[in-house]
């Protein structure tokens, strides 16, 4: 039997090369369980809403997020409808006629009021007893890192150091050469970092970021970081999620 501690020796092992490590499954072997507890219409509608989906693809599915280059195959390829966030609008979906809308690692990366929105309209299109999921990482688990300098947390410094992968990204260096502030700042707000190539948005150094930390409360510092981002800035260097799918 393999233990957890041996697979994340060769997921590390694997990752230093630059590689990322997945697990392959058979992507059809949850339909004959959505046609057990699902309505047929809602099926055939797809009417299972993934919100800021990246290259997630399921059959019955439909994925939301805002048209990229980053995504052009997957979006693409599935049921898709392109959406921004920022906007503030109501989805096009009708009220009351989904089943399930998820999200996964979206709401970190908007800001409150688009957040409340994109709650509000879950809400308003789920019909009654469907179910909303979000998930999002643990920023207090981040913050305590950074606080201790814990640079081993940010698993994924080795792999975006090599040359191929820290060029795909577009980062201005190797990033075991950046900072321990600057790589939690890229990992949140990572147009303000000194890390991000565009040069027309003011950068936070560690000095500033340092402060920020050790005089605001640190959902203060967190909020006035992200405060100075551009999503438009943004979409125009493409991004990889460095979270392995395990």
Not at 80 to 87: A, E, K, R
Not at 109 to 136: C, P, W
Request: aromatic residues 14%.
């Amino acid at each position: 039997m393999i233990t957890s501690r041996f697979k994340d020796l060769i997921r590390r092992s694997f990752n230093s090369l630059g590689y990322d490590i997945r697990k392959l499954e058979d992507k059809n072997c949850d339909l004959n369980l959505y046609r057990d507890v699902f309505p047929r219409d809602s099926i055939a509608n797809k009417r299972f809403y993934n919100i800021g989906a990246g290259d997630f693809r399921h059959p019955f599915w439909t994925n939301i997020d805002l048209r990229s280059k980053w995504y052009k195959k997957a979006q693409g390829d599935s049921e898709f409808i392109n959406f921004d966030l920022f906007s503030l609008k109501k989805l096009p979906i009708p009220n009351n006629s989904a089943e399930l809308v998820y999200s996964s690692h979206t709401i970190e990366h908007i800001n409150d009021e688009a957040a409340q929105n994109m709650f509000n309209e879950s809400y308003r299109i789920l019909k009654k007893g469907g179910i909303f999921r979000v998930t999002t990482p643990n920023i207090n688990i981040e913050v305590r890192a950074y606080k201790n300098n814990d640079r081993s947390f940010f698993y994924w410094i080795d792999t975006y150091s090599m040359p191929e992968n820290y060029n795909r990204i577009k980062i201005r260096m190797p990033m075991n050469k950046a900072s321990t502030q600057q790589i939690f700042l890229f990992h949140f707000a990572s147009v303000v970092s000194e890390l991000h190539t565009d040069r027309t948005l003011p950068k936070i150094s560690d000095k500033e970021f340092d402060k920020l930390f050790s005089t605001l409360d640190y959902e203060e510092a967190l909020n006035y970081c992200t405060s100075k981002c551009s999503i438009r800035t943004a979409e125009k260097v493409p991004r990889e999620p460095y979270e392995l799918v395990e």
